[in-house]
């Protein structure tokens, strides 16, 4: 299946997690907000929640400073 993740085309395998995609992506372990047709996911549901044909997906890393 496709998505749209921050804008650019992305093949995914059918039925991939929102913590599949981070993980493939090499950022599970980083301070970030996933969200999904303009649906903000929590984290504590990046395991269960599955991607669908032609998401829009963004993913937003936070930046510390001062």
Do not use: W
């Not at 907000?33 to 890393?61: F, T």
Request: charged share 25%.
């Amino acid at each position: 299946m496709n998505i749209q993740l921050n804008g650019e085309s992305k093949a995914l395998s059918a039925n991939a997690s929102v913590m599949q995609l981070i993980t493939e992506l090499g950022v599970a372990d980083k301070r970030l907000a996933v969200e999904i047709n303009e649906e903000i996911i929590p984290r504590s549901r990046y395991e269960q929640h599955c991607l669908q044909q032609d998401d829009q997906v963004e993913i937003i890393h936070a930046v510390g400073g001062g």
